[in-house]
């Protein structure tokens, strides 16, 4: 794995008003890494996440993503970053293909480079006889496995996921992480957030946050180690215990 760091995060931190959502949080990111983010609702990965895709902008603190300083290159940061939300990442009352063409476009792709990503696309998530169909109605593993494929149209050097997996079955979910290493392998670094603690054990490292700050950090390997724990699942209970905030 490359030494090269595409994500670089220095005493970052997020107030909303008397609020402190993210609490002065350090850490960096490799290429090519898989980076689980995990925290208990209320523990501020989202608000942190949404600050490194150049959604919303830090209290105070330094970080740079995929090269670009964030305070001052917020919208070449959201060029060169995937983004894919549980909660919203297709338009589902437009086809596959329209989908396609749509992101491809938001991206800056050409015409040629779209109908090469989508040929690609559509042959390895196996959906070229469901091009012309609505998203909706798809069923929800291929919808989160699309959006993943869509969210890498462009090639981006970091790609973001916001619970990815959360609703499908254990056999997509399994070939969701199929598809996440696979773009590792190829220098892609994802950085993920998921509450099943199995998936965090899939993870190269992995960052806990409890109450705004990072708890946590290390390999699997290592932080079952550090707190005596038999899976990751252990890790997370004893940290979580110490939250004393349950919002945000």
Same mark, same amino acid.
């Given at each position: ?155 981006? *050097?970091?790609? %973001?996921?916001?619970?990815?997996? !959360? $609703? #499908?079955?254990?056999?997509?979910? =399994? ?48 932080? *079952?180690?550090? %707190?005596?724990?038999?899976?990751? !699942? $252990? #890790?997370?209970?004893?940290?979580? =215990? ?7």
């Amino acid at each position: 794995m490359s030494a090269e760091k595409v994500i670089s995060v220095k005493e970052l931190t997020k107030r909303f008003g008397d609020f402190t959502a993210v609490d002065n949080i350090t850490f960096d990111v490799k290429q090519g890494e898989i980076f689980g983010f995990l925290g208990a609702n209320g523990a501020g990965k989202t608000t942190a996440m949404r600050m490194l895709c150049g959604l919303s902008f830090p209290t105070s603190g330094e970080a740079s993503v995929a090269g670009f300083d964030l305070y001052k290159n917020a919208d070449a940061i959201k060029r060169n970053i995937g983004y894919m939300s549980q909660k919203f990442s297709l338009y589902e009352d437009l086809t596959v293909r329209e989908n396609i063409r749509f992101y491809g476009g938001i991206y800056g792709l050409t015409d040629r480079e779209i109908k090469e990503k989508s040929d690609e696309m559509l042959t390895q998530l196996k959906l070229g006889e469901q091009v012309n169909s609505l998203v909706k109605s798809l069923p929800l593993g291929w919808r989160q496995k699309m959006s993943f494929s869509v969210a890498m149209l462009h090639s981006p *050097k970091i790609v %973001f996921l916001d619970e990815p997996t !959360g $609703g #499908v079955d254990p056999i997509t979910r =399994r070939e969701f992480w199929t598809l996440i290493y696979e773009a590792a392998s190829r220098g892609t670094t994802v950085f993920v957030t998921t509450h099943y603690m199995d998936e965090a054990e899939y993870c190269d490292r992995v960052s806990i946050m409890v109450d705004g700050r990072v708890d946590a950090l290390g390999s699997p390997t290592e932080l *079952k180690e550090q %707190f005596s724990a038999k899976d990751m !699942g $252990g #890790v997370f209970l004893q940290l979580a =215990r110490k939250a004393t905030r349950s919002d945000g």
